[in-house]
């Protein structure tokens, strides 16, 4: 993995595979398939569906299909210094300093002691012209589902009960995506102590040729157990002695494509971009 460059600062204050070949793509190239909309649509759908008949069946309140335990939404700021042209894109085009909202949460698990993905998503606002910039963030460096169509088969997977199936299906298999979930799944002591990446990449600047993936690096002085704690609350209890103590910081770092081939634009279950 190449060396990610920090782009900026985020203060955090407390405020209660598959295998299949792919072609080989130029620089920042991305690759629309013709049924991509159509996809996307029955995505929308079947998510819809599925959360509404969880709800259903659990006679409790409509949680979300994923990222489903909030552990803490925190106010904070995105701190952006002065940086070399190259890193001077976007958000991160003059020194300045955002008001931020990150939700931190379990994308699965209600108990915060069971291995899970955990994530961090990120509104930047204060923009010019009042506008908003989101970053999306997951624990592990790859996404189990390579591409939009092999997720919408997981999807599928979820809706009828077969995802089991789905992954080890001998005609049709996806043990990549397995290995992906299984390693990725983690109980850490404090989910301010951990990374977090994009997994997907994107366009950093006005060149179409320029593609990067995001990453939020912890940066703070204080450090929790590394062991998992007792409470199947233990996380949120954390952020908050975590908080009580000093804010928590992360450097905003980006990494950028410089292999198409080796960094693919459209393989998100590939960890180099």
Known sequence: MRRAHVVGLVALLLALGGCASRPVLAPGEELVAPDEDAIAAEMVSLIRDITLARSRAEGGP?????????????????????????????VFAEPASFPVTVRLANASEMDDREAD????????????????????????????????????????AT????RAWWFLNPFDSHLGALMILLRARDTPGSVLDIPYWST?????????????????????????????????????????????AGPACFDFAVQFQTDPARMPVEDGATVRI
């Open 159 to 162: 809706a009828d009960d077969s």
């Open 62 to 90: 409509v949680r979300r299909f994923n990222q489903v335990k909030t552990l803490a939404c925190l106010d904070g700021t995105l701190q952006v210094p002065a940086l070399p042209a190259e890193l001077a894109q976007g």
């Open 117 to 156: 993905l955990r994530g961090f998503s990120m509104v930047v606002r204060g923009l010019p012209g009042g506008a908003e910039q989101h970053f999306l963030f997951n624990s592990h460096p790859a996404l189990f589902a390579a591409d939009p169509e092999e997720f919408l088969g997981f999807i599928r």
């Open 200 to 244: 997907t990449p994107s366009r950093f600047g006005p060149d179409a040729a320029t593609a990067v993936k995001h990453a939020v690096l912890p940066c703070s002085a204080h450090r929790a157990p590394e062991e998992p704690g007792d409470s199947p609350d233990y996380l949120r209890e954390r952020i908050g002695e975590h908080l009580a």
